[in-house]
């Protein structure tokens, strides 16, 4: 019988997109560009290779969400998924947006894996209230870390990262 273990489910939105056309899915912006270098240097930094080599990372199909995620997963060396689920509200197929965000965390709840997942503004802050009862908006390309309890299964709210101008001193040790 295997052990049961406190888990991490990570929330990140996606980094500033390039805004020339909002009609287009188009991907992120060179500020955004910035953002995923910090973002990465983070992931690299906070959680090792180890401790995400079995995390499922999964992000909206939309291209500034599959960019902002992509570097992170190719620096530790783990699959990036899609998922429709994860889209805007605006996003048409899979339902409504709360339909969608139940739909999502109930497959994050019957695993016991580690969760890394990317997403929008409307989306984040909606599934986060549905998980752990209050919302939590998120500047682009935020980051928030919960725990979750191998005993009472209850969500602790571990780390918020929302401006990575000051957090990138701290990356860098200054």
Known sequence: M?????????????????????????????????????????????????????????????????????????????????????????FQGEGLLKDRIQKFLEEVQASKDDWVICSHGDWIPEAIHHMWGMPVPLRKAGVVVFQQSAVSKAYELVELVSLWKGFSRILKGT
């Open 2 to 90: 295997s052990e049961e273990r406190e888990r991490i489910v990570i929330f990140v939105r996606h980094a500033h997109r390039n805004t020339e056309n909002r009609a287009l899915d188009n991907g992120l912006s060179k500020k955004g560009e910035q953002q995923v270098q910090m973002l990465t240097e983070y992931f690299l930094r906070r959680f090792k290779k180890k401790h995400l080599k079995a995390a499922h990372f999964v992000t909206s199909p939309k291209k500034r969400c599959i960019e902002t995620l992509t570097p992170v997963v190719q620096a530790l060396e783990v699959d990036l998924q899609v998922s429709a689920l994860l889209g805007e509200e605006d």
